[in-house]
């Protein structure tokens, strides 16, 4: 359940594309490579006159037989203005001396969208420039280069310069020392032009791929194609992935595992209607579709890590780093680790949630507003509340009706199907970050979250195989991450290994308390296999802009209840609420034994909550919890949707109350993740509800960490335990993250037990032992560029948060 994507082999299976065939190089062309790096312009006037200028810049590529295509697209420059600056670097590109380069400046605005101008050059052009001001790097490097400043031009009037940083190198394609990774699809391979498709949570565009002959296993939409203009640094990122997905004994093949599959780039004519309709050629990273075979997808985009900037990592400027830094201390991140950056798929609750309703703004450009203004309030969402809309299934799929229960499975059972797959899938990814050999440094990356939440499956033929299987779980967003190797951690100097520690720690700890909320999640959830003993249900009026206003409450117990109108009062005022109770049993054989069927139908004469300012009456929405009747009860929280401007609500909507089958299906996810898992948890301490105090919370999560720690020291003798400095005695280490090898270690044969100073989740004060994978010693040898110095043992700090250098992982409220 742990692995997630298929690998190795099978992407050997994708055919690449005759170089010489596919671009009409010669062999001393081919070893030519061109890259240009966009410095900075000066605009000369202002197009906006009122406002300051957001400039980008295009880059076109357009070879001698007339084949155009966009090779790259810079950052947008917030309130550049006239003098932007970028310091992006393009896709390197073999050229022919009469291909030509040209660099487009637009400006990227709320309310208007433009081309500001252009400047077009040859290459000739540039190499002319080269033989005079450089030289050609050797192959597989580049040189200084120099600086050519190029006039913008708008309808063949001046609009400006622009200033490019251009190198020469060799392509390694030739080199003695074995071909290059990058893998170069075959355009026929599929279907042309290829169509843009939506964008969520990022800014790069992907374009739907269709494969003319699928391979078996493989249905015409496998694939999708990502800009590769927007993902330079991404597509470096997954080549080196599959480099090291081919080695076995690079310790890293269970953590990227989680990772999509990549089957190369594809050069493809796409149809683009922004700004104008228009065809042109692009490069696109060509990775596994994650909607192909789901009828509608429910994804989650969570990134991960406190810290998701650093000024100078992957070209982040220092004034960007700051600003997302301000970003990540008002959103989630700095609270628990995480964020909800994206969400496709939402059920209706979260759609009738109006991020900018109390300012009842119009107009043409709202939609665009309400956007954005979205994706600020997910970002603000608690892992309590991301979990509540992404389990929410009373409306999403529709329910079938209870006659037609033995023929497919419930919502709800397909609610707890995927969620248990979750809770599995993700204790396997925090796991196998702990059997990475050395610490990553993966800032901004997202883990996916995803079921289809657009059928239902056949109950007799394997309805919960199919449910696992479009359950979905990855790693993604490679953008400003680095994977780091042995070899490649033995050659960083002793701040950057500790800065790679730094981040992996935060990385790590994310991870544990993503996977911890969604089993605090099941749990309450679905882990109740005796009675619900009340109900609350909580009238609120719905704020965009402040805490959302109490109307009243109603508290029952969880009875058989027909359609009853209940008088309820608030403020001196009554108004009623109509609802019905009933029972619904599943059939033999269900993972649950039935559920109570709450029935929110209408609410009449509410007060008014908005006042006369907002137009009066109010906005109201539902929020049910159900109470189970244990010493230390389970609660379950759903809400329904928000009614604007309405008194006299009808809601219409029926929640369901599942009750399990059996008690320990939870712990079956633990053990299907990790072998020999707990046997009998105190589940009240491990996952607390809502709402429960700090030092609760703190606590649950400490011991929760610990148990993926032990649970990662007993899965095979080739795992070891490392002793955190000061928690036991001093013995000899094998410091993997400082680069250094012990030397007994290293002539010990495979698997053998060592100690290792390394910090963790201990050393951020999660008060639990970090783990590292043992390599071959033959591996751990060869690594090493010093041998002489084999005999020292690097001590990397361990302790609290000031030595390490860095922010603990976060543990913050539930």
Request: with cysteine; proline share 6%; charged share 25%.
């Amino acid at each position: 359940m742990g692995c997630c994507s298929t690998k190795g082999a099978k992407m050997g299976m994708v055919p690449r594309a005759s170089t010489s065939a596919s671009t009409g190089l010669s062999p001393e062309e081919r070893d030519r490579v061109i890259v240009l790096r966009l410095v900075r312009a000066t605009l000369e006037r202002n197009l906006h006159h009122a406002a300051k200028l957001d400039p980008y810049a295009l880059v076109f590529w357009e070879s001698a037989s007339g084949c155009r295509k966009q090779i790259s697209r810079t950052a947008v420059h917030v309130d550049g203005h006239l003098t932007p600056h970028w310091d992006h670097v393009c896709r390197g590109q073999r050229f022919k001396d009469s291909d030509t380069v040209e660099v487009q400046v637009w400006d990227s605005d709320l309310w208007w969208h433009g081309m500001y101008g252009k400047a077009t050059v040859q290459v000739a052009e540039l190499s002319e420039l080269s033989a005079c001001g450089g030289e050609v790097g050797r192959r597989g490097s580049m040189t200084s280069g120099f600086l050519h400043t190029l006039p913008l031009e708008c309808n063949d009037e001046p609009a400006g310069s622009l200033v490019v940083h251009v190198l020469f190198m060799r392509s390694r394609d030739t080199d003695d020392e074995g071909p290059d990774v990058r893998m170069t699809l075959d355009p026929c391979m599929f279907e042309s032009p290829v169509k843009r498709l939506g964008v969520s949570g990022g800014t790069a565009p992907f374009f739907g791929l269709h494969l003319r002959s699928p391979k078996p296993g493989q249905s015409p939409k496998h694939f999708v194609g990502k800009d590769l203009s927007h993902s330079c640094k991404e597509h470096a990122f997954y080549e080196e992935t599959l480099a090291t997905l081919r080695d076995e004994n690079s310790g890293l093949v269970p953590l990227l595992s989680y990772t999509l599959e990549f089957a190369g780039v594809v050069s493809m004519e796409v149809e683009e209607h922004f700004p104008e309709p228009t065809s042109c050629v692009k490069d696109l990273l060509v990775m596994r579709n994650m909607r192909d075979g789901l009828c509608k997808l429910r994804l989650t985009d969570v990134k991960v890590g406190q810290i998701t900037a650093q000024a100078g990592w992957h070209g982040k400027s220092r004034f960007h780093a700051l600003k997302q830094a301000v970003l990540d201390g008002h959103t989630n991140s700095q609270s628990e680790g995480f964020r909800l950056e994206g969400f496709d798929g939402v059920p209706p609750v979260l759609s009738s949630m109006d991020p900018l309703l109390d300012i009842r703004l119009g107009g043409s450009k709202r939609n665009k507003l309400v956007r954005k203004a979205m994706r600020i309030m997910l970002q603000r969402f608690t892992a309590c509340e991301m979990f509540v809309h992404f389990c929410d299934t009373h409306q999403e799929p529709a329910d079938p009706g209870t006659d037609a229960l033995g023929a497919c499975l419930a919502p709800v059972e397909v609610g707890e199907l995927a969620l248990h797959e979750i809770v599995a899938r993700l204790i396997g990814l925090a796991v196998a970050c702990r059997r990475a050999p050395v610490p990553q440094k993966w800032l901004g990356s997202s883990v996916a979250l995803g079921f289809d939440v657009g059928f239902l499956p056949n109950r007799v033929i394997g309805c919960e195989e199919e449910v696992r299987r479009k359950t979905l779980v990855h790693i993604f967003d490679w953008g400003r991450s680095e994977l780091n190797t042995l070899e490649r951690h033995n050659e960083l100097t002793e701040e950057e290994r500790q800065d790679r520690v730094r981040f992996w720690q935060m990385y790590v700890g994310g991870i544990d308390r993503l996977s911890w909320e969604a089993a605090r999640a099941y749990r309450h959830r679905f882990s109740n296999a005796g009675q619900w003993r009340e109900l609350q249900i909580t009238l609120f009026d719905f704020d965009s802009m402040t805490s959302n206003d109490f109307i009243g409450r109603l508290v029952l117990p969880v009875e058989e209840m027909a359609e009853t109108v209940l008088p309820m009062c608030a403020s001196g005022r009554e108004f009623t609420l109509t609802m019905s109770m009933t029972w619904r049993r599943f059939p033999v054989g269900s993972r649950l034994k039935g559920c109570w069927r709450v029935h929110i139908v209408k609410a009449d004469g509410l007060p008014d909550k908005n006042g006369m300012a907002a137009g009066g009456g109010c906005d109201p929405f539902c929020e049910i919890i159900a109470v189970s009747a244990d010493q230390r009860p389970l609660r379950l929280r759903q809400r329904s949707m928000v009614k604007v401007a309405e008194s006299c609500p009808v809601w219409d909507e029926i929640f369901d109350l599942p009750v399990a089958a059996q008690p320990d299906a939870l712990r079956k996810a633990m053990q299907a993740a990790v072998p020999d898992s707990m046997s009998n948890p105190i589940w009240a301490d491990l996952l607390p509800p809502e709402r429960s105090p700090t030092d609760a919370i703190d606590q649950a999560l400490e011991a929760w960490t610990s148990w993926l720690d032990d649970r990662f020291a007993g899965m095979s003798p080739r795992y070891v335990k490392a002793t955190p400095r000061g928690v036991g005695q001093q013995a000899n280490t094998c410091a993997l993250f400082s680069g250094r090898v012990d030397a007994d270690a290293a002539e010990a044969p495979f698997g053998v037990s060592s100690t290792l100073q390394a910090p963790g989740p201990a050393a951020a004060g999660y008060g639990a032992e970090f783990l590292v994978d043992t390599v071959p010693a033959a591996r751990l040898a060869s690594a090493c560029e010093e041998p002489q110095e084999l005999e020292e043992t690097s001590q990397v700090p361990v302790g609290d948060a000031g030595e390490s250098g860095g922010a603990p992982p976060p543990r913050g409220r539930g």
